[in-house]
Nanobody
Framework: QVQLVESGGGLVQAGGSLRLSCEAS????????MSWYRQAPGNRRELVAS??????NYADSVKGRFAISRDKTKTAMYLQMNGLKPEDSGVYFC??????????WGRGTQVTVSS
């Protein structure tokens, strides 16, 4: 069973930066998309950024501040987060979509931005 493991979360002051990483336990072939989602307490899980053959896509709230990237030599992706705001706080999950398979999810990494 392939697992996704996130890392890089933590506590940061508003205006600071964090870089999240997500790596698969084994290489994954035929990926349709790789994405980052986040969920704040009491809120629904929301898409933050995604990367597919069509390019990258960002939530309006993070455009210009966050950047998603991947390492194709291994199944890994990253989320560079700059200019963090308290409203960016939450648990960040990585997601991998593949044809004919159920979506893969990591367990999440906590990001807390203090004001």
């Amino acid at each position: 069973q392939v697992q996704l493991v996130e890392s890089g979360g933590g506590l940061v002051q508003a205006g600071g930066s964090l870089r999240l990483s997500c790596e698969a336990s084994t290489p994954i072939a035929l990926i349709s998309s790789m994405s980052w989602y986040r969920q704040a307490p009491g809120n629904r899980r929301e898409l933050v950024a995604s990367l597919s053959r069509d390019g990258s896509n960002y939530a309006d709230s993070v455009k210009g501040r966050f950047a998603i990237s991947r390492d194709k030599t291994k199944t890994a992706m990253y989320l560079q987060m700059n200019g963090l705001k308290p409203e960016d706080s939450g648990v960040y999950f990585c997601n991998v979509e593949r044809p004919y398979y159920s979506p893969l999810w990591g367990r999440g990494t906590q990001v807390t931005v203090s004001s």
